[in-house]
Each structure stands twice: as structure tokens, then as C-alpha cells.
């Protein structure tokens, strides 16, 4: 089962850059924290503000990949949580940038969605 929420989480930053397949893996009433968020963000509504906000703020390329590591799996029944870095990586000379990341997933149809979303960027 712990394959499982590896793979949910491999797969969800495979489809960045595509929000539909993305969001596929969230659930719709998700809360999430996020370092440059002011506080506790509910739903893909939130997120999706957050993305634009982001969007227009962003300099520089964009990464060439962004992938998680390290990860740590845990599964009680229909409940999992997936603590792992999740790095950006650029092709000019800019540092990689990475964050601390834990999700707390729920299986609901034979499928696992995450529920609940912390990033912290790492200085």
C-alpha cells in the first residue's frame, strides 16, 4: 500500500503543468499551507487563485524538472501520509529550490486524493 502512495505522489508531479490531470490527484475540498500563503488555504478554488498570484510574480525560466525525494510512506486503512523534499531543478544557474512537503491522503474508490497539503520552502 505504501507503493501506492509513492506512486500517487510520483504521478501527480509527472502531470504538472497539466491542472486537470494535477487536480485528478486532489481532492476538491483539500486544505493546504504554503509558504508564500498568508495563512490556511480550502479547495481547489484557493489553489487555483494561489497558482495565478504565482503566475504573475514568476521571473526567471521555468524549472526543467520538479521531483519528489526521499520519500516516506505510511497507510492505515483508508488513511496515508507521504512526508518527503520536493525539488525544482533550473537549467541556467540559479540554486535548485526545495521544500518540505507532507500530505495526508484518503483512498476513496479504490484511488488515493490528497486531502491535505503542507509545503515549506527550505532556505
Known amino acids: 500500500m505504501s507503493d501506492e502512495l509513492a506512486t500517487t505522489i510520483t504521478d501527480?508531479?509527472?502531470s504538472l503543468g497539466d491542472r486537470p490531470a494535477f487536480d485528478a490527484h486532489l481532492h476538491p475540498d483539500l486544505t493546504f499551507w504554503e509558504s508564500?500563503?498568508?495563512g490556511l488555504l480550502s479547495g481547489l478554488g484557493a489553489?487555483?487563485?494561489l497558482r495565478?498570484?504565482?503566475a504573475t510574480r514568476a521571473t526567471g525560466s521555468a524549472?526543467?524538472?520538479?521531483a519528489p525525494e526521499?520519500?516516506?510512506t505510511d497507510a492505515w486503512g483508508d488513511t496515508g501520509l507521504v512526508r518527503y523534499v520536493l525539488r525544482a531543478r533550473f537549467a541556467d544557474a540559479r540554486p535548485d529550490e526545495c521544500f518540505r512537503v507532507t500530505d495526508v491522503l484518503r483512498r476513496e474508490d479504490g484511488s488515493w486524493r490528497i486531502v491535505?497539503?503542507?509545503?515549506?520552502?527550505?532556505?
Open 70 to 72: 526521499h520519500l516516506h
Open 12 to 14: 501527480l508531479y509527472r
Open 63 to 66: 524549472p526543467i524538472s520538479v
Open 36 to 38: 508564500d500563503a498568508d
Open 47 to 49: 489553489l487555483d487563485d
Open 116 to 123: 491535505h497539503h503542507h509545503a515549506e520552502a527550505v532556505r
Open 52 to 54: 495565478d498570484r504565482r
